[in-house]
């Protein structure tokens, strides 16, 4: 069966194990280890992304980055219809929620694939369209139902981007971070970066002019706390507002055009 995360939707509705049940259950669990070390690593849309990203700013469009709090809740709405509802459903009409089966193999595995036309549109949308509207990781901060589940996940992980006494602030990783995360703020404010958008590509580590910054073991996010020297500087401008400018109202018509 393909190993691809959508598939674990045959266990939520039908209590079904495949290889894409299997592969995702895996990827999650290494996800509460490594943090999301799997978006930005081995995943196709992200290679995708990658891909047409390249093209757009060699044609000189250079994508801008967007940064919404309303959107930032899509992917988890998608998880929670994919794989939530199903199985909440079977347990409304009295289904078991236990395993029913597995089926690792299949004898019509390339008819489970959609053709060119919807190939072609995904290649447009989610290789273009995204990127120019919604950033250089549009589809997977915004329309990812698998990101949701590994940004839990990453919230755990004990390995994360570093911080050593050797930083300057220079913003040179976050110019470079295609994720959106503002990782010269974080580093300061946490000594790690704690943004679960984090894909732990590596490119803010290698850009570092100070080899400031590295991927180590330490204290998970989640408990993470603005270390002391951060809690007494004077106050700069307002973080909030430069993380996420965006007003309500523009928020709103935002999500409706979205």
């Known amino acids: 069966t393909p190993v691809e995360p959508s598939e674990a939707m045959a266990f939520s509705k039908a209590g079904i194990i495949n290889a894409g049940f299997l592969f ?44 919404s ?14 794989f939530l509802w199903p199985a909440a ?18 004898g019509a595995f390339w008819e489970t694939f959609p053709g060119w036309v919807v190939g072609i549109l ?6 273009f369209a995204t990127i120019y509207f919604l950033g250089a990781k549009g589809f997977c901060t915004y ?19 570093r911080v050593n006494e050797d930083c300057e602030g220079s913003g040179h990783c976050t110019a470079v971070c295609t994720s959106n995360v ?19 590509c590596g490119d803010c580590v290698s850009v570092c002019p100070n080899d400031a910054l590295s991927f180590g073991f330490g204290k998970v996010s989640l408990f993470a706390q603005p270390i002391p020297a951060y809690a007494l500087a004077a106050p700069g401008p307002d973080l909030a507002k430069r993380a996420y400018p965006l007003t309500l109202r523009e928020e709103l018509v935002l999500g409706v055009a979205y």
Request: hydrophobic content about 50%; some cysteine; glycine content about 10%.
């Open 24 to 67: 995702f259950a895996g990827a999650i669990l290494l996800t509460a280890l490594f943090g999301r070390w799997f978006c930005g690593w081995a995943c196709h849309l992200v290679a995708l992304q990658d891909l047409s990203r390249w093209l757009l700013e060699k044609a000189g469009l250079r994508p801008r980055p967007l940064r």
């Open 69 to 82: 709090r309303l959107l930032g809740f899509v992917p988890y709405l998608a998880f929670v219809y994919m």
């Open 89 to 106: 459903y079977r347990l409304w009409l009295g289904d078991s929620l236990g395993v029913q089966g597995s089926e690792l193999t299949t």
């Open 122 to 127: 995904t290649l447009l949308v989610c290789g």
């Open 143 to 161: 329309a990812c139902p698998y990101g949701a589940a590994f940004a839990v996940a990453d919230r755990i992980a004990p390995l994360r981007v």
């Open 182 to 200: 503002r990782v010269h703020e974080e580093v300061a404010k946490f000594g790690m970066v704690v943004d679960s958008g984090c894909m732990k």
